[in-house]
């Protein structure tokens, strides 16, 4: 069903936005990463860019019958570092997403009836936190100068649900099987 409120249809550019630019900033900074000689850095930026492409994907969708052209405000992190500076600023833009931006417009999609929209919100949160996390990790072993030890990355391709433990049998975030899976081979 189309969005019906303004409201969320404003959220829902404003994160098409947000992860748009997101997944060009991870590919630019994991060539950053190939070039300092961490590849399963880069390969892990890669990885979660196209998670980012996969959350767009759902808002744009959610978006198919309101057609036009719109500015869209959304917030973006800018600036190339060294890959640690980098994956900080991976951190911060997935934190922002977690405890800021996500909570209040899954909170509007919710209090408006919306469901597409809760649902592309919910998926989206919930994989930022995985990021989060797979980024702080990444950022652990590149200050010791390091590469990242990790195997292959799955993305599901439903909802950007990023693992580095192997592919899961079903997506612990939104249930597809495990057909959905992206794989970023090691
Ligand atoms: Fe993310
Ligand atoms: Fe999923």
Request: hydrophobic fraction near 40%; glycine fraction near 8%.
């Amino acid at each position: 069903m189309a969005v019906q409120n303004a409201m969320t249809a404003d959220f829902l550019r404003s994160a098409y936005g947000g992860e748009s630019m997101a997944h060009m900033r991870y590919l630019i900074w994991a060539d950053v990463a190939d070039k300092e000689k961490m590849p399963n850095i880069g390969r892990l930026f890669r990885a979660i860019a196209y998670a980012e492409y996969a959350h767009a994907d759902n808002h744009f969708r959610e978006l198919k019958e309101q057609k036009g052209d719109f500015t869209v405000p959304a917030g973006a992190i800018f600036g190339i570092g060294n890959t640690v500076e980098n994956l900080q600023g991976g951190i911060d833009g997935e934190l922002h997403e977690i405890e800021q931006m996500y909570p209040v417009y899954l909170e509007t999609a919710r209090f408006q009836n919306e469901k597409g929209a809760e649902r592309a919100f919910h998926y989206a949160l919930e994989a930022e936190k995985v990021h989060a996390t797979l980024f702080k990790a990444a950022q652990d072993v590149a200050r010791q100068g390091k590469d990242m030890d990790i195997n292959d990355v799955h993305v599901c391709n439903v909802c950007g649900h990023t693992t580095t433990d192997g592919l899961p049998d079903q997506c612990p975030i939104c249930g597809a099987k495990k057909e959905a899976y992206k794989i970023f081979a090691a």
